[in-house]
Structures are given as structure tokens and as C-alpha cells.
């Protein structure tokens, strides 16, 4: 889990992400002080202002599990942000905010949420959708086209797709995309100083100029300006 408290105003960024994640804000102004939602995948980058006093705490949904713990589809809560209460029941979603409002330390929160999630799991429907499997996918789509990894696994195209649009909401191309996006952004992040022809050949891109296109497409700026923002990404 991540926790991301914000002591003053700021402009923020949203990394997009392939997984299914659960998010709960601490904030004074919101009613009851604490609310829980749903992030579907996003293909984009979200620029936003998160205001002064808010503590943000991020989970993602391992591949896969986001049928079992919420009850419908990746594909269902794609792009979307959707309230905890429409998919677990305002009951339910009650009971872990008052639990959740009656502690001031995030990670005792995060323990709080994730007891709730293993609640959740333990009576929701399987998906049947393997996350070991998907793992094997995207580390075979980082070289090879969706078909090859597919006859590796040993299944067909047409369901290893569809079991990614189950537990992502998206096809394996456009998450083995974001999980490059995902891995470029770490190697610039860890190095001091920065060779983007290197970062594109570790990250998986075809070359420097693939990888300064899709940035584009993905955070509608270049490499270089998307570096100045990384400091106050979440």
C-alpha cells in the first residue's frame, strides 16, 4: 500500500496504472472525514490539485482479483472512480469508514482496509482468471506479439484476451504498454543521470523515438517536462 500525506496544497499527478486499486482520503472537509472508492485502470495521466491537510492511502488489487473482491469485472470499473458503497453495500462500506475515521495513523488504517478486502474475498466469486498466468503473459509480451505469448501459455488468443479484459479492464497490449510506461519512469526515478536511449532499451521500446511517442500519448507532454512534475506524482 501507499500512503501519500499532503501537509499543504499542491498540483499532483496520477501514474496510470493497469491495476485495480482501492483508495481511501482522510480530509477534515469530507463528510465523516474519511470516504473509500474504487480506480479503475487508466490509460492516461490524471493532473490534479489534492488540497492541504489530506492523507491519501492506495491498494491495488493483485491480477485478477478484482471480481472476487468487488464483485464485477475490471472492465466495469475501467477508467472510472467509483464509491466503495455501490460495489460493497452501504452496510459494509459504513462500518470499515467509522472503523477506518477512529484511528489517525494511516498504516493502522491500511491494516483496517486490507482486513476488509480479505473479508471481501473470502465470500466473493472466483473469476477463474489465473494471476500467475497474466504475470507469465506480460513478461512474454515485453518480447514477443500477444498470439506468441498466448500459444506459450497455452491457450488461445481469444482467452488470454479476454481474461485480461476481465482482470484489467483492458487488452494485453495496452497493459504491457503502461507496465513499460511503469518501468521507464522507475529506471528515470533511480539513476542520476538520465540516458534516455538506454532508459528505452531496458524499458522494452523499440528505440529513443518510441519511447518520447508514447510518452506523449500517455502523459501529453515530453519526457523532459513529464521529469520536472515526477517529484509530485502519486
Given at each position: 500500500?501507499?500512503?501519500?500525506?499532503?501537509?499543504?496544497?499542491?498540483?499532483?499527478?496520477?501514474?496510470?496504472?493497469?491495476?485495480?486499486?482501492?483508495?481511501?482520503?482522510?480530509?477534515?472537509?469530507?463528510?465523516?472525514?474519511?470516504?473509500?472508492?474504487?480506480?479503475?485502470?487508466?490509460?492516461?495521466?490524471h493532473?490534479?490539485?489534492?488540497?492541504?491537510?489530506?492523507?491519501?492511502?492506495?491498494?491495488?488489487?493483485?491480477?485478477?482479483?478484482?471480481?472476487?473482491?468487488?464483485?464485477?469485472?475490471?472492465?466495469?470499473?475501467?477508467?472510472?472512480?467509483?464509491?466503495?458503497e455501490?460495489?460493497?453495500?452501504?452496510?459494509?462500506?459504513?462500518?470499515?469508514?467509522?472503523?477506518?475515521?477512529?484511528?489517525?495513523?494511516?498504516?493502522?488504517?491500511?491494516?483496517?482496509?486490507?482486513?476488509?478486502?480479505?473479508?471481501?474475498?473470502?465470500?466473493?466469486?472466483?473469476?477463474?482468471?489465473?494471476?500467475?498466468?497474466?504475470?507469465?503473459?506480460?513478461?512474454?509480451?515485453?518480447?514477443?506479439?500477444?498470439?506468441?505469448?498466448?500459444?506459450?501459455?497455452?491457450?488461445?488468443?481469444?482467452q488470454?484476451?479476454?481474461?485480461?479484459?476481465?482482470?484489467?479492464?483492458?487488452?494485453?497490449?495496452?497493459?504491457?504498454?503502461?507496465?513499460?510506461?511503469?518501468?521507464?519512469?522507475?529506471?528515470?526515478?533511480?539513476?542520476?543521470?538520465?540516458?534516455?536511449?538506454?532508459?528505452?532499451?531496458?524499458?522494452?521500446?523499440?528505440?529513443?523515438?518510441?519511447?518520447?511517442?508514447?510518452?506523449?500519448?500517455?502523459?501529453?507532454?515530453?519526457?523532459?517536462?513529464?521529469?520536472?512534475?515526477?517529484?509530485?506524482?502519486?
Amino acid at each position: 500500500m501507499r500512503v501519500d500525506v499532503c501537509g499543504r496544497a499542491l498540483a499532483r499527478i496520477a501514474v496510470p496504472s493497469a491495476d485495480v486499486r482501492l483508495i481511501v482520503r482522510f480530509d477534515p472537509a469530507l463528510p465523516g472525514h474519511v470516504d473509500v472508492h474504487a480506480i479503475g485502470a487508466r490509460d492516461r495521466i490524471h493532473r490534479k490539485r489534492i488540497p492541504g491537510g489530506r492523507t491519501v492511502l492506495l491498494a491495488a488489487l493483485r491480477p485478477g482479483a478484482c471480481e472476487t473482491v468487488l464483485g464485477v469485472p475490471a472492465s466495469a470499473v475501467r477508467g472510472r472512480t467509483v464509491p466503495l458503497e455501490d460495489l460493497w453495500g452501504r452496510e459494509a462500506v459504513q462500518r470499515l469508514r467509522g472503523d477506518i475515521a477512529e484511528t489517525r495513523d494511516p498504516r493502522a488504517a491500511a491494516t483496517l482496509l486490507e482486513r476488509a478486502i480479505v473479508r471481501q474475498a473470502a465470500h466473493g466469486r472466483s473469476s477463474g482468471v489465473c494471476g500467475r498466468r497474466l504475470q507469465q503473459a506480460l513478461q512474454g509480451l515485453q518480447n514477443a506479439k500477444v498470439g506468441v505469448a498466448a500459444r506459450t501459455l497455452g491457450v488461445s488468443e481469444r482467452q488470454l484476451r479476454r481474461q485480461f479484459q476481465d482482470a484489467f479492464g483492458m487488452g494485453p497490449k495496452a497493459v504491457a504498454r503502461l507496465q513499460r510506461f511503469e518501468r521507464a519512469l522507475h529506471a528515470v526515478r533511480a539513476c542520476d543521470a538520465i540516458r534516455w536511449s538506454e532508459i528505452a532499451a531496458d524499458a522494452g521500446y523499440y528505440d529513443q523515438a518510441h519511447l518520447i511517442a508514447e510518452f506523449r500519448a500517455i502523459a501529453g507532454v515530453t519526457p523532459g517536462r513529464l521529469l520536472a512534475e515526477l517529484p509530485h506524482a502519486v
